[in-house]
């Protein structure tokens, strides 16, 4: 007679082992799974402490002091060029300037460009950095931040002469579809100094770098 | 790059006693859920068995009765069954003399009591473990989440950081320790009562058994004898 059917409560020792392998598993599986889950919650999103999307405007022009809202009325100007073109090149370069660094270059800009194209209208770029905007950065993605991703994306956005987004789009992709997005959605909802033309709000076209960098 | 949330997050910022805390919640549950699958099965078995007990006194002779039992491997009521009998034969055996004998009917009674209580001992093994991980995770999780928010907050004040992110992240990450226990204690309160409920009514089939062992042992081997002297 088999030793289990004189104790009825002898467990033996395959059983047990098999029991924790397969608690053990469970117990993995059931890990993993929260563990993935808790990574997507976005509830954590505040948990970050350091924001490290990084806004770089780095046209060397002229930010208007902030008195220049725009009240006037706007006069169609009467050659519709846009000022795109020296806008991309700038925006394109590698940025090494900082915030101190364009607000030296505030005085001295202006004189330099209007100087360089004689006879053209001076024309001075909107611009998103001056500090009563209040523009926040964009928050960085948890998954790009899982994931490592970084790069700069250059959204252009077509801004009206009373400051507002009204059209925006990824002009330079940073290589991950999130931190564009992030981007694009964070600028549509910024507030701009309208760019203007001899002295003149006008609506114009606008590159914006923003840098996504993980410290 | 670590990933800023979540359980390795925990494991990799947290102190030695964070650590422990994980690790007893941890064999915590893995012992309650051990013992659970083991109980479970056994509970389920021995029900089995209880319910086909009544198939014993369909049989014609007692040896075959035995026999129907004993298919059923680690059967409680073939282990009654076989008590009785042995207690019937010792005493059958051990009476030289007609005024040693013990009634028969006390004798059987307290073989049988004594293997129904062998065998509810057996049946509550475990469950001792099941109350206690039951009753300790709660506070177990609780303490990792107290000492983490003093850390958190001690943190904090030495940092002079208030801002919302460096208080909710911390805070809300200990939290998940709070989470991990009642995780381990409910699937044990909710075993250890099942498993109860279980060993209630096997224990309650085999008084039953018993009972009716009692009578045969006691008043049918004396038909049987009867019988016998009839043919």
């Not at chain 1, 928050?139 to 400051?163: D, H, K, M, W």
């Not at chain 2, 004998?101 to 293997?115: A, I, K, Q």
């Amino acid at each position: 007679m088999p030793m289990h059917a004189l104790d009825p409560h002898h467990i033996s020792n395959s059983r047990l082992r098999n029991t924790l392998a397969v608690v053990l598993l469970a117990h993995i599986a059931l890990l993993w799974v929260a563990q993935r889950e808790m990574a997507v919650l976005p509830a954590s999103d505040e948990s970050g402490q350091v924001i490290m999307a990084d806004v770089v405007s780095d046209i060397p022009s002229a930010s208007p002091t902030p008195q220049a809202r725009p009240v006037q009325q706007v006069t169609p100007t009467p050659q519709p060029v846009k000022p795109q073109a020296p806008t991309q090149e700038v925006a394109l370069r590698t940025d090494s300037s900082t915030s101190s660094n364009t607000s030296t270059a505030t005085s001295a800009a202006p004189p330099a460009a209007g100087s360089t194209k004689v006879g053209a209208p001076s024309v001075i770029e909107p611009s998103a950095d001056a500090d009563y905007l209040k523009n926040p950065p964009p928050a960085y993605p948890r998954a790009s931040r899982r994931l490592g991703e970084q790069g700069t994306v250059i959204v252009r956005v077509f801004i009206t002469t009373q400051g507002l987004p009204e059209k925006a789009e990824v002009r330079t992709s940073s290589g991950f579809a999130r931190l564009d997005q992030a981007a694009l959605e964070a600028v549509q909802r910024w507030r701009f100094v309208p760019g203007r033309r001899s002295g003149t709000p006008e609506a114009m076209w606008f590159n914006i770098p923003v840098r996504f960098v993980l410290e | 790059m670590p990933s800023s949330f979540g359980f390795t997050n925990i494991w990799l910022q947290g102190d030695w006693v964070t650590r422990s805390i994980l690790l007893l919640l941890l064999s915590m549950s893995l012992a309650s859920w051990a013992v659970i699958l083991l109980k479970a099965l056994d509970v389920w078995r021995h029900k089995e068995n209880a319910l086909n007990s009544e198939q014993f006194w369909h049989c014609t002779s007692l040896v075959e009765g035995l026999g129907v039992l004993s298919q059923r491997p680690g059967n409680l009521f073939f282990s009654l069954a076989q008590t009785g009998q042995e207690a019937t034969e010792h005493h059958q055996a051990a009476q030289s003399q007609l005024h040693d004998s013990l009634d028969v009917s006390d004798w059987v009674t307290r073989c049988l009591r004594n293997s129904i209580d062998d065998h509810t001992n057996h049946l509550q093994n475990g469950l001792a473990v099941l109350a206690s991980i039951g009753s300790t995770a709660p506070f177990v999780g609780l303490f990792g989440t107290v000492w983490g928010i003093y850390h958190a907050l001690v943190n904090i004040g030495t940092t002079g950081n208030v801002g919302m992110d460096a208080v909710a992240g911390p805070i809300g990450e200990t939290l998940i320790m709070t989470a991990l226990g009642l995780a381990v204690a409910i699937p044990a309160v909710l075993g250890y009562n099942a498993l109860v409920r279980g060993n209630k009514f096997i224990i309650a089939r085999m008084n039953r058994f018993a009972h009716d062992l009692h009578a045969y042992f006691v008043t049918g081997a004396r038909v049987h004898r009867a019988a016998h002297a009839g043919v």
